[in-house]
């Protein structure tokens, strides 16, 4: 079948591509020897000739690799695509010979050869590695949730192409895996990983899927496929502040940790640690959050004693300054907490709630109604209806300044809703909480009052020219018999 599917399509084409002009400067092809009497016998007979022998065999081989190489190399010609009427038949010509190296791979039913394995990828690096052209970015006034106005590649119509057939290459059942990663080795898979900065999210889409299937046939590859993500991680959090493909990075670990096994390896917890919670530092993280909220549910539904890791992370690079970032921060907790074990929250739960407290009392309304409406978590409520001992202590001065200060209304009255709940759930302790705010409201104002009188006192006393009085500091002097010595060091 290969045998025929080649004789009729690579020699057809190209006899055309002979016949025509030339396919961007490749050798023009070779026509296809004459057949032997031996070969077709009579004219309109039928071949009833005793079979091809091993030589004729190896001749064939060699024939339909020729024929394939020829191809590819017509497919190693780069043209300039940012003038689209310069070299338009040749373009055309590339991008007819690579649909027919598509076809011809998914109709394959041969293995592909190793001459004919370094072709492909030969070629694959040649029209997909390339530097991207510089562009002014716009980040001090894009939002932080947004994504930059896409940019589309002009020459997306032949890259396609070329990204088909790499995927082609790559799920097909005639590529060896053993032969072909001596060519598809660590260099190859870091230039690729290189093209995920890509503007276009066409190509990054066609890269994520590529990337997925790599990391499952080629099982040498996946030490340093995930190495060389976290080093991208690490730049882009450490240094550039910038990467296009973070999202599409994310959503293919999402898969590769879903296929962890348990118990966890060491490698894949600090990947977690180190690669993974620091995400949350730039700026731009809502264009990612939910690809890294995925990954890391993912970790602590194979693990859950590492909710507790997740969450001190979280609070290691809270925002201070940014409500937006803050709110996504909080839906992020949310989903954590409901994975959590009773055990890691009790380990966790003092700094949490000291900085839940902190956002009830946030001034933007959106804060505080997000932190408050944790409550409506009923996984979250019962944890803390069993520890409400530790948590209301350190709440309640919250909800007291809410219910007394807050400008917005709702939040007034979603407070009151959560001090009801506490109200239910423990009568004496809220009361208890309660007095105790009022003594520390009652020592506040007495401090306040004393700063305010000794103020005023020091005001009254500048007012009436008081100068105080400037204590000598001068030492005296050593009578003249003194020898000074200067202390020997040892």
Partial sequence: MWKQFMGKLSWKSMKSSSGGSGGGGSPPAKPPPPPSPRENGAAGKPNVSPPTPAGGAGAEVRSREDAFIQKVNICCVVYDFSDRGKDSPEKERKRQVLMSLVDCIGAAEEPLTEVMIAACVRMFAVNLFRVFPPKVRS??????????????????????????FLLRFVTSPFVDPKVARKYVDSSFVSRLLDLFDSDDPRERDCLKTILHRIYGKFMGNRPFIRKAVSNIFYRFVFETDHHNGIAELLEVFGSVISGFAKP???????????????????????VYLPQLTYCITQF??????????????LLKYWPVTNSQKEMMFLGELEEVLELIDMAEFQKCMVPL??????????????????????????????????????????????????TRWHWNQSVLNVTMNVRKMFLDMDEKLLLSCQNNFQEEEEKRAATEERRRLMWE????????????????????????????VAPTVT
């Fill in 353 to 402: 709630f000291r900085r839940i407290a902190n956002c009830l009392n946030s001034s933007h309304f959106q804060v505080a109604e997000r932190a408050l409406f944790l409550w409506n978590n009923e996984h979250l409520f019962d944890m803390i209806s069993q520890n409400r001992q530790v948590i209301l202590p350190l709440i309640y001065p919250a909800l007291e300044r809410n």
């Fill in 300 to 313: 602590i539904e194979k693990e859950p004693k590492l909710a507790g890791t997740v969450i001190r992370g």
């Fill in 139 to 164: 980040g001090s006034t894009a939002s932080e949730t947004e994504e930059d106005e896409p940019f589309f590649d002009p020459s997306w119509y032949h890259l396609q192409v070329v990204y088909e």
């Fill in 457 to 484: 006192h020091l005001e009254r006393s500048a007012a009436r020219g008081y100068q105080p009085v400037i204590a000598d500091t001068s030492f005296p002097s050593l009578p003249s018999s003194v020898r000074l």
């Fill in 264 to 286: 966890l390896k060491e490698e894949h917890k600090l990947f977690l640690w180190k690669a993974l919670i620091p995400l949350h530092k730039p700026k731009m993280v809502g």
